[in-house]
Each structure stands twice: as C-alpha cells, then as structure tokens.
C-alpha cells in the first residue's frame, strides 16, 4: 500500500499570505497525485489533479508540483475562502489512499 | 448538474447490517467507475471499494473485505454498499464518488456526494 504523508498537520496563515502543503509517498505515484479540498460540513472538492492540473473552477493560486513521491501543493495568496482542509490522493496502485489532510487555519 | 445523493445512513448496533445506496443523475453513469469513501468523525478519507463501468471488477480495501458489497444497476442509475458485520470503527460519513476510466487508464474522483452518517454503537 502506499503511504501518503501530509505535513504540516495544521497550518496557521493570515490573509494574503502564501501557503505550501506537502505531500510525500511512500514510492512513486507517477503522475496520479490528486489534491482536494473540503471545508467544514461539506464533501471534498477536486482541486488538482494529475499534479498539476487545476480542476474546474479552481482559481489560479493554486498550484501543485512535485513528481515521483514529493508532491507540494501551494496557495499563493491565501482568501478567506481558502481555509479549509486539503488532502492528498493517489490513484497510482490499488488500494487507492488518501493523506491524513493539512488543516489550514487563520493564524 | 451531476448529482450524487447518498441514503441509508443510520444507527445500527455493533455486528448488525446496513446497506447504503447512491443515486445518480445529471450524467451518463454507466460510463463511470464508482467509488465508496468514508471519513470517521475528525479523521481522514479512506477509500472502500469501487466498481468498474460495467461492474465486471470490483476492489476493496483490506478493512472492509469480506464484510462489505459494493454492486450497481445501470438501468437505475444506483451504487449500493451492504455492509455486514459493523465494528465500531465503521462510525463515519460514507461518500460515493465517481471517476472516468478508459482502457486501464482511471482519471481523479471528480464528483462526490454528500454523504450518509453511519453510527455503530451499542
């Protein structure tokens, strides 16, 4: 199976502020590193997928990076809206796993 | 608008059964992989088990093999979850996702629904 790492556990960063979230794998995932975010109360939403690649709607300050087992995810400057919960996922080998989620708050 | 509405949650005691049902809609489903995640009350995503376009393969994962049934009906556009044997740690919200795979390539899990409570306690 393999094991995603999301560092830090929580993340304290004021408005207009940058972000970058870490994702490690256990071995390599190729391309297939998928980012979500969920916000309290409701179902994950699709932020990047294949890495790189933001999903529908998804504002460009968001960007994510990475190849082989690192993978960052970064906010560029960080809104109101961006506090939320953001968990890695690989899609790589069965079973499909997911990180343990990078809670970022309003410092 | 693509829809994913879960039902079935509830209480149910330790050892008893559940069956969870996802229905679909404002999408082509019988062109989807569909997927069951759960998240524990604080905790994070845990992916469960999915089942292929056709429902011709089907994964699990290690915790919830041999107790726990994912199936589809095309015709009704529905995923089902029978889960037998419920420990406690099965106490989570239970998602159904969908994602597209063609050939052996699988894309990302791009529309979930709301989840249903399941609550396993004596």
């Known amino acids: 199976e393999i094991v995603l790492t999301q560092s830090p556990a929580t993340l304290s960063v004021s408005p207009g502020e940058r972000a970058t979230l870490s994702c490690r794998a256990s071995?390599?995932?190729?391309?297939?590193l998928d980012w979500f975010q969920q916000k309290p109360g409701q179902a994950p939403r699709l932020l990047i997928y294949?890495?790189?690649n933001r999903a529908t709607g998804i504002p460009a300050r968001f960007s994510g990076s990475g190849s082989g087992t690192d993978f960052p995810l970064t906010i560029s400057s960080l809104e109101p809206e961006d506090f939320a919960v953001y968990h890695c996922?690989?899609?790589?080998?069965?079973?499909?796993?997911f990180g343990g989620g990078t809670k970022v708050e309003i410092k | 608008e693509v829809q994913l509405v879960e039902s079935g949650g509830g209480l149910v005691k330790p050892g008893g059964s559940l069956r969870l049902s996802c229905a679909a809609s404002g999408f082509t489903f019988s062109t989807y992989s569909m997927n069951w995640v759960r998240q524990a009350p604080g905790k994070g995503l845990e992916w469960l088990s999915s089942i292929t376009s056709s429902g011709n393969y089907i994964y699990y994962a290690d915790s919830v093999r041999g107790r726990f049934t994912i199936s589809r009906d095309n015709a009704k556009n529905s995923l089902s979850l029978q889960m037998n044997s419920l420990r406690a740690e099965d106490t989570a919200l239970y998602y159904c996702?969908?994602?597209?795979?063609?050939?052996?390539?699988?894309?990302?899990?791009?529309?979930w629904g709301q989840g249903t409570l399941v609550t396993v306690s004596s």
């Open positions: 996922h690989q899609r790589s080998n069965w079973p499909l796993t």
């Open positions: 294949d890495v790189s």
């Open positions: 071995q390599s995932v190729s391309s297939h």
């Open positions: 996702a969908r994602r597209y795979c063609s050939g052996t390539s699988c894309y990302s899990l791009d529309s």
